[in-house]
């Protein structure tokens, strides 16, 4: 049939083959379009966790960062005392 848009010729073979033959096991009546729009769908929500853990790992570093210029935010002293307390080696550098 005529078209204008792009068309594409897949051969089962390899991990083509291999990943029709698991859904094929579970759903008979598989077809490429299933398996592409799965696929596709699966690849956006994959990127937007990756966007959304990437902010969040710079969203704590950049809290990280403040609270180690923050001089208030940390009693050493305190931590040292913990330490020694509880046996665990000490923490002054010293």
Same mark, same amino acid.
């Given at each position: 049939? /005529?078209?204008k848009? /792009?068309?594409?010729? &897949? +051969?089962? +073979?390899?991990? @083509?083959?291999?990943?029709?033959?698991?859904?094929?096991? &579970?759903? /008979?009546?598989?077809?490429?379009?299933? #398996?592409? #729009?799965?696929?596709?769908?699966?690849? &956006?929500?994959?990127?937007? !966790?990756? +966007? &959304?853990?990437?902010?969040?790992? !710079?969203?704590?570093?950049?809290? #990280?960062?403040? #609270?180690? !210029?923050? /001089?208030?935010?940390f009693?050493? *002293?305190?931590? @040292?005392?913990?330490? *020694?307390?509880?046996?665990?080696?000490?923490?002054?550098?010293?």
């Amino acid at each position: 049939m /005529p078209t204008k848009h /792009p068309r594409h010729i &897949v +051969t089962e +073979t390899g991990r @083509i083959a291999e990943a029709f033959a698991k859904a094929r096991r &579970v759903k /008979p009546d598989v077809h490429v379009r299933d #398996l592409v #729009l799965l696929g596709a769908e699966a690849i &956006v929500e994959q990127a937007e !966790q990756e +966007t &959304v853990d990437e902010e969040r790992r !710079q969203r704590a570093i950049a809290d #990280l960062i403040a #609270l180690s !210029q923050d /001089p208030d935010a940390f009693d050493r *002293d305190a931590a @040292i005392h913990v330490h *020694d307390v509880l046996g665990v080696p000490e923490i002054r550098g010293e």
